[in-house]
């Protein structure tokens, strides 16, 4: 049976969003953005398509959710990623007042957690791990055809 409005239900959504990025040859990162039990924004890695290092899953993804809701705070809005956030989008994410982050899996040479304090807005909540090995796993893949190449 289906089970909607979980997070691993948000995290498949947001591997999804991950595999359009890794078939365009993107660095495989998806996010979306959940708020009232809908997603209201949905996005990938295009650092590579739009020439802009800023480009990240979860910056597009912020800029998509505060577009639908009309303000910039999302104070009621859980963001699912597939990857840990860097510093950048743990920035962006801080000055967003995310309610929630859930991501799959850590980025233990670049994630924001490396940092103290926290980058997060201390209101935030957070979720790590899920779906981590499946989030890993399509990392790795994508390392690993790169490295061949």
């Known amino acids: 049976m289906l089970s909607v409005n979980t997070d691993e239900h948000y995290m498949r959504e947001a591997l999804r969003q991950a595999q359009y990025a890794f078939d365009e040859g993107e660095i495989p990162v998806g996010a979306v953005v959940v708020s009232g039990n809908r997603i209201i924004a949905r996005a990938y890695n295009q650092t590579e398509r739009l020439n802009d290092v800023t480009a990240h899953a979860e910056m597009l993804a912020l800029t998509a959710a505060a577009n639908y ?6 104070t009621d809005c859980t963001l699912y990623v597939t ?7 743990a920035g962006a994410l801080y000055w967003g007042q ?9 980025d233990e040479k670049r994630g ?3 940092m103290q304090p926290s980058l997060l807005h201390p209101k ?9 090995v499946e989030c890993k796993a399509l990392v790795d893949d994508f390392f ?3 490295r061949k190449k």
Do not use: D
């Not at 809701?69 to 999302?74: P, R």
């Not at 995310?98 to 850590?106: D, E, T």
């Open 69 to 74: 809701s009309g303000g910039k705070y999302l």
């Open 83 to 89: 990857l840990e956030p860097c510093n950048m989008c």
């Open 98 to 106: 995310l309610n929630k982050l859930v991501f799959g899996a850590s």
């Open 112 to 114: 924001y957690s490396r």
């Open 124 to 132: 935030t909540e957070v979720a790590r791990g899920i779906l981590g």
């Open 144 to 146: 690993r055809k790169l």
